[in-house]
């Protein structure tokens, strides 16, 4: 059972404007959520992160919008850059404490110049 | 800093041969993780270690799977035999406990 769903599998975005990538999750025990950029032939490289006590994290071109009662987080890079081309996949922990990951499918992100 | 390092990059191998996987993660973190990870797919975790004990292998296919870490460092993952099935790419993954994780490469295993 997924727990964690990324509905979208691609997107495309002209240069210079906003992408948003949405992410739904199922287990109300997570209270940590993450975004990674994983580039061809390379591994997931960690980008922003969110903890369930805030509701928006800002880093640069990146924010990340977490919606606790909708279990719904988003992630919006404004403006989009070609090398922003990538594959975004979104995850959450629970709050064992553990630091467990839970990854949805991923979206493949085009960013067209 | 280097970071994770994993090798080999890609290996093929026939179907109920056996294979290994080799993980050095990033110096100084205790923690350890080997994902799984299927074509078109997100991560998933086989086994997490704290230092050289693990603490959750509950998604590991213990039949087939073995995986050690040797001194709390390095780590090999192993299949014996290899199922057509078992095709993925194996993801290793290092932090300080609680922290962000660190991903390798991979390894792009084809099982024929």
């Known amino acids: 059972d997924q727990q964690v769903k990324q509905n979208s599998p691609s997107l495309s975005v002209q240069e210079g404007r906003i992408s948003i990538l949405n992410c739904d999750y199922t287990?109300?025990?997570?209270?940590?959520f993450l975004w990674y950029k994983k580039y061809p032939a390379e591994g997931p490289t960690f980008l922003i992160s969110?903890?369930?006590?805030?509701d928006k994290n800002e880093d640069g071109r990146f924010t990340v919008f977490l919606n606790k009662s909708a279990k719904h987080l988003s992630l919006h890079i404004v403006p989009s850059q070609p090398g922003d081309s990538a594959v975004y996949f979104c995850?959450?922990?629970?709050?064992?404490?553990?630091?467990?990951?839970?990854f949805g499918t991923g979206t493949r992100l085009t960013v067209i110049p | 800093e280097a970071g994770v390092v994993q090798s080999p990059r890609y290996k093929i191998i026939e179907k109920k041969q056996p294979v290994a996987f080799w993980c050095n993660p990033i110096?100084?973190?205790?923690?350890l993780y080997w994902y799984r990870q299927n074509l078109g797919q997100g991560p998933e975790l086989l086994i997490r270690?704290?230092?050289?004990?693990?603490?959750?292998d509950s998604q590991l296919p213990k039949d087939r799977f073995s995986a050690e870490r040797l001194k709390g460092v390095d780590s090999t993952l192993k299949i014996q035999p290899a199922e057509l099935g078992d095709s993925a790419v194996y993801l290793c993954?290092?932090?300080?406990?609680?922290?962000?994780?660190?991903f390798g490469p991979g390894t792009r295993l084809t099982v024929l």
């Open positions: 993954a290092s932090s300080w406990t609680g922290q962000s994780q660190y």
């Open positions: 287990n109300s025990m997570f209270d940590y």
């Open positions: 969110i903890s369930s006590i805030k």
């Open positions: 995850a959450a922990s629970d709050q064992t404490g553990a630091n467990n990951l839970f």
């Open positions: 110096s100084g973190h205790n923690t």
């Open positions: 270690y704290e230092n050289e004990e693990a603490v959750d």
